[in-house]
């Protein structure tokens, strides 16, 4: 078994399995993979964070947290009569093996009521929840780099 996951996570992981003798294989169910955020000016109160999300079974995206922003949410952006808009999407579902892209001018995480500017180069902690199809609930947390464009592949 592999765990393509953060190191982070693994750790805790294996301290669950250490202290609890929980199985943890539920943990790895999701590959984030370069994940970035969009760098801020002073001030700003709002970006969005960008990535490729791969999930190993059927889950459902669920929500989002990071230290930095009071709220996060998973948006949509939507063509309406012609203009872009984004609205929040609430339950954003992944399929066993497909990669879904969040990126700029698509599907992305919001975070708002961002406690400090976000300079390039930073690192940004971001928390995904997910919710499997038996209900198994789980957390993925990543670092998004902060920057004004998607880091090179
Ligand atoms: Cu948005």
Known sequence: MSFPVANRV????LAALLTAGLACAVHAQVTVDGAWARATVPNQSATGAFMRLTAQKDVVLTGAS???AGIVEVHEMRLDQGIMRMRAAD???LKAGQ???LKSRGL???MMGLKKQIKAGERVPLTLSFKAADGTLSTVETNA???FAPPER
């Open 91 to 93: 339950r954003l579902a």
């Open 66 to 68: 990071s230290p930095v």
């Open 145 to 147: 780099t902060a920057g």
């Open 10 to 13: 693994l750790s805790r992981c």
């Open 99 to 101: 990669t879904i892209e």
């Open 108 to 110: 992305h995480i919001m």
